[in-house]
């Protein structure tokens, strides 16, 4: 199994600790976003989207950060990061379904993009201060939504904790690197100890 990664990336992290906390074994491939590694002919072959993580396993190719932490831990069921019960796995795909669309795309991620990956990218032009402020009201409002929905919760899905914790949780520690309010919200903070206190989630914070 290989890993096509940019390391610094959330989207990457997620994958990392999640692989790192199961104890899958597999060699990663550094993607330099910067170099322009993604624009290759035999990267895009793999990826027509043109970005990363990617997960090559025996052949098989998988792109979306989401859809290679559902793989990998369904390669270790026993560790029970994929729920069996049918309301658990909706309510799991829920969450990573709003990861991937607002925590990510229309908050954190909006932001990072012009802050920090146009940069990298060599994007002509400077960030766009509307873009800004538009993801940092998106981010109060799913901020919110995600302290709610952890009152009396340990984890986001029954007793234990799920890839959703994964996907959603490896943009907290960007938030604060963005300058985004996150200490505003209590249950996320008490929610990341748990989360940041698993093994394999703080060697892979160690190695960031």
């Given amino acids: 199994m290989k ?6 990336s959330p989207r990457a992290f997620k994958v990392i600790a999640l692989k790192n906390h199961l104890g899958i074994e597999c060699e990663t491939q550094f ?31 998988l792109w979306e950060s989401n859809a290679i932490l559902f793989y990998l831990a369904s390669k270790k069921p026993e560790r029970g990061l994929w729920p069996t019960d049918l309301r658990r796995q909706a309510d799991v795909l829920r969450w990573l379904a709003w990861e991937s669309a607002h925590w990510d795309a229309e908050s954190l991620g909006m932001v990072g993009y012009e802050k920090v990956s146009r940069v990298v990218l060599h994007r002509p032009g400077s960030a766009d201060p509307a873009l800004i402020t538009r993801g940092e009201e998106n981010f109060a409002r799913f901020a919110e939504a995600l302290d709610t929905s952890l009152k009396g919760r340990r984890w986001l899905v029954g007793e234990t904790p799920t890839i959703a914790e994964f996907a959603i949780g490896a943009w907290i520690p960007v938030a604060s690197r963005l300058e985004l309010q996150i200490a505003k919200y209590p249950e996320i903070g008490r929610w990341y100890e748990g989360l940041a206190a698993l093994c394999g989630w703080r060697e892979s914070m160690v190695a960031r």
């Fill in 31 to 61: 993607v330099d976003l910067g170099n322009g590694d993604q624009l290759t002919p035999e990267y895009v072959a793999m990826n027509p989207n043109k970005k990363m993580p990617i997960l090559e396993d025996d052949g098989f190719v």
């Fill in 3 to 8: 890993l096509y990664l940019t390391p610094p």
